[in-house]
């Protein structure tokens, strides 16, 4: 695995100075964008409850950040840790697309 950062000097041309606005870093030649990612989880509750304490329970909104490595119409995954040496990723999660609120690319 190689992880790149992109290094520009004055005496390159600008049009090779050309840099995302988006946080992100390249793992074995693919860029991986990092993402405040807004979902619902579920909130439980074994004890009594009358019928307007059961009426006001919700799910909590819960917010994570994390290099988005694959997205598709049923999952989104993501990882927060990676090996600087290999390609090998760790804090993963795989969240279904219908728990997700928001989605949002984090800008430099």
Known sequence: ???????YTADM????RKKSKFKSLVIDKKRYYFYKITWLDIVGDSGHAN???FSNMKPAEMITYG??????K??????????????SFSDRNVFPIGCI?????INI
Do not use: W
Not at 13 to 16: A, L, M, T
């Open 1 to 7: 695995m190689m992880v790149k950062k992109v290094c």
């Open 101 to 105: 609120v928001r989605l949002e690319k």
């Open 13 to 16: 041309p600008k049009s090779k």
């Open 67 to 72: 290099y988005v490595f694959e997205k598709n």
């Open 51 to 53: 019928v307007d304490e």
């Open 74 to 87: 049923n999952f989104i995954k993501t990882f927060s840790s990676f090996d600087s040496k290999e390609e």
